[in-house]
């Protein structure tokens, strides 16, 4: 069993076996014609099932096998252009070396004893991204798992900030368009019920600052403490940024802390012809972005950021076997201190061999791409008597709805979106997502793929429309 340890007798059974992995992965991407087959649960968990895990194989060509027919068949593919469901992105190739090294190698970037160079490139690449909003010369930050722990670890930050000792008085205010972990945070935070103010949208899904400016008056004038505004630059269906700089005098004017939640929009900071739609980023005191959104790397690549490193402190604990007190007197980096995980992959590895194969610009280039395209289109669905479509897109999210011109009832309608949605699935031709905009059911395309083209969106529509009207057509059936 000890031929398994990757060692320096088993350096050459690593290389073949990985190569063997990696080799039906790659058969399996140049074969795929579709982002999905259409697979049920019940027609995949009884091959799950099956599996005896008492029982090994011992052959990893038997197990690559076998895997194919539980995983890599079936699985649902980014890369595919015809994949425009959730903020999933393709990824790019020289992460995937990034991804492969950090593995083996296995650092974990809780503390520098654990991991040297690693924490190192870590923090360059949270001074990179600072720079890249413009934090200004003591900012800091850290990596983390994703946008929800970015911004369940700011909100700690905001909470340990704000000056009361009755958590029962702290007012979170957000959109009605912020993503959930503000409200998943606020629980874990010990905050109460209605902790997080919900703020209304325009019409074009930012937030209302005037309604913002209303409940923070409110808040001060009930004798309560305002602990952050969460601006969310780049909304998870819309892709709407919030006016971060009407948001930032308002959070000055009342002391509050600014968080932006560029999970979505952090793409931006590498554009080479957009990088203005989120002027006003600089302005907040911490930033969630998501590298595996909008930089085309694989899960997991996140980062929180803060204006004042200083705040990182509330995340701070010393544990003799660990990071010790001295270590600090030591100037010993150990990135534990910033950091709510423990243990933790080099993740940022990935971004870096990304930056220094492609460049910022690189990256940059291709979310712009994707961008161009949400707004073709949009032109195609603006255009379309059969749709109607939500916002024109900031970023390169389209939300939209079949209307069909003879229907006339809102929740037949609403029925016959969902079951394209699902039919499109159970296809496997297509897969798109679905939202609620007041109260009625919408689809939606997330655009991160370069390679999907108009043609592409001009398809995928009529294949929808084509689902919706065979739901109608049976209806009336069944209704005669
Ligand atoms: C996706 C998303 C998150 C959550 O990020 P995860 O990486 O999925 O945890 C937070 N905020 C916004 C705006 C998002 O789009």
């Known amino acids: 069993m000890r031929s398994h340890l990757l060692n320096d007798t088993t350096a050459e059974r690593y290389r073949r076996s990985v190569t063997e992995g990696i080799e039906r992965v790659a058969a399996k991407l ?32 038997a197990v690559l096998d076998e895997l194919e027919e539980v995983y890599l068949r079936d699985a649902v593919y980014f890369h595919h252009p015809r994949y425009l469901a959730h903020l999933n992105c393709p990824v790019v190739i020289p992460a995937l070396v990034g991804e492969a090294v950090l593995s083996a190698v296995n650092s974990s970037l809780d503390t520098w004893d654990q991991s040297a160079g690693g924490t190192l490139i870590e923090r360059r690449l949270v001074d990179w ?30 909470r340990e900030e704000a000056k009361t000792d009755s958590a029962a008085k702290l007012r979170v205010f957000a959109s009605e368009v912020s993503h959930f972990s503000v409200q998943k945070s ?45 601006a969310t630059a780049g909304t998870t269906d819309f892709g709407s940024i919030d006016p971060l700089p009407e948001i930032a005098e308002l959070c000055e004017q009342y002391g509050t802390w600014l968080h932006v939640d560029a999970a979505y929009g952090c793409g931006l900071l590498a554009s ?55 270590t600090v007197e030591e100037r010993i980096p150990n990135q534990v201190d910033k950091s709510l995980q423990t243990t933790r992959r080099f993740d940022a590895l990935k971004l870096w061999m990304t930056l220094r194969t492609m460049g910022a610009d690189g990256i940059g280039q291709l979310f712009d791409e994707v961008c161009d395209l949400a707004v073709e289109g949009w032109r195609l669905l603006a255009a379309d008597p059969r749709y109607h479509v939500v916002v024109r897109p900031t970023l390169s999210t389209l939300v939209f709805r079949y209307i069909p011109a003879a229907v006339t009832d809102p929740a037949e309608i609403d029925r016959a979106n969902l ?21 009625r059911h919408y689809l939606k395309f997330t655009l991160l793929n370069p390679e999907t083209t108009a043609e592409d969106i001009a398809v995928v529509l009529d294949l929808i429309a084509g689902h919706a009207e065979q739901y109608l057509g049976e209806s009336l059936d069944r209704a005669s």
């Open 30 to 61: 140049a074969a795929t014609d579709g982002p999905f087959t259409g697979v049920t649960v019940d027609a995949l968990a009884p091959a799950i099932d099956a599996i005896d895990l008492d029982k090994p194989l011992h052959d990893s060509g």
């Open 129 to 158: 991204t600072a720079a890249r909003i413009g934090l200004g010369g003591n900012a800091d930050g850290v990596f983390t798992s994703g946008g929800s722990q970015s911004n369940l670890q700011a909100l700690l930050l905001a």
């Open 186 to 230: 606020a629980k874990l935070l010990g905050l109460g019920p209605d902790a997080v103010v919900t703020i209304p949208v325009d019409h074009d899904k930012r937030m209302q600052t005037v309604a913002l400016a209303r409940e923070l008056a409110r808040c001060a004038e009930d004798g309560l403490v305002p602990m952050a505004v969460v």
């Open 272 to 326: 080479v012809r957009y990088r203005d739609r989120i002027d006003g980023i600089e302005r907040a005191d911490s930033v969630t972005v998501d590298y595996h959104k909008s930089f085309f790397q694989p899960v997991s690549s996140s980062a929180v950021l803060v204006r004042d490193a200083t705040t990182l402190r509330h995340a701070t604990y010393h544990a003799e076997y660990l990071n010790p007190r001295r």
């Open 419 to 439: 079951y394209a949605r699902k039919a499109l699935f159970a296809s496997g031709d297509a897969v798109v997502a679905g939202t609620k905009v007041q109260g």
